[in-house]
């Protein structure tokens, strides 16, 4: 069965630290990896996706196959990065189911 | 461009009611899905719908149904409210359209609809 797993349900850091959010998953095929993230009375919406190895608004995340993890990374936290960050699993070779972690809040504070 | 539309934001119902959330999307995507979002427990799929006329059980559709109404309306309904379906309700659509080999795969939300069953 595909799970995802995020350890940490609240993080905070101070301005400027450095930041990881954790994600886990397990699953059988070949993995489709998405961060999304829900802003304070904001809608949520894709972050990053693993297939674009691209870096949005600092943030980075690499597909660890060996470790099944998907971790969230920024060097340099800000404030405007407070909210609610999902990682989830697409379990579809076609098309597009989501099996979402638990969501990790994470605080920046000044 | 207005993306994904819920209807109502917030609603208070009794146990035993019934109502209708609803969801429409202007981005011709083929895929709709309905979630719940409860504290600690992500996203949930309740139901989702890959192309217009057809419609999936996800993982916690007991005490819902859908309709898919044509290829832009997506609804939920509750027939007899239950307090453990308090909770956030999202309506999403994909964009499958391709990015060279692959598909997109990526979900649009809507702003949710916070519902309370007392």
């Known amino acids: 069965a595909q799970r995802v797993t995020q350890p940490e349900k609240l993080l905070s850091v101070f301005k400027g630290a450095p930041v990881e959010l954790k994600c886990n998953y397990s699953?059988?095929?070949?993995?489709?990896l998405f961060w999304y993230v829900q802003y304070s009375r904001q809608r949520l919406q894709l972050l990053l996706r693993?297939?674009s190895r691209e870096s949005i608004k600092g943030f980075t995340a690499d597909l660890n196959k060996g470790e099944t993890s998907f971790h969230l990374k920024k060097p340099f936290a800000q404030e405007e990065d407070s909210a609610m960050y999902y990682c989830?699993?697409?379990?579809?070779?076609?098309?597009?189911?989501?099996?979402f972690g638990e969501g990790t809040q994470l605080t920046v504070n000044p | 461009n207005a993306g994904v539309t819920q209807t109502p934001k917030f609603q208070v119902l009794k146990t035993g009611q019934s109502m209708t959330l609803q969801c429409a999307q202007d981005?011709?995507?083929?895929?709709m899905y309905w979630y719940r979002q409860d504290p600690g427990m992500g996203l949930r799929l309740i139901y989702y719908?890959?192309?217009?006329?057809?419609?999936d059980k996800g993982e916690v559709p007991n005490g819902y149904n859908v309709s898919r109404l044509n290829k832009r309306e997506f609804s939920l309904r509750l027939e007899s409210a239950a307090p453990s379906q308090t909770s956030v309700y999202f309506c999403?659509?994909?964009?499958?359209?391709?990015?060279?080999?692959?598909?997109?795969?990526?979900?649009?939300f809507g702003a949710g609809t916070r519902l309370s069953v007392l």
């Open positions: 999403a659509s994909s964009d499958d359209g391709r990015e060279g080999l692959r598909a997109k795969n990526i979900q649009y």
């Open positions: 989830a699993l697409n379990r579809e070779t076609s098309g597009s189911r989501l099996t």
């Open positions: 693993h297939i």
């Open positions: 699953y059988s095929g070949s993995p489709e």
């Open positions: 981005m011709n995507h083929n895929s």
């Open positions: 719908s890959a192309s217009e006329g057809t419609t």
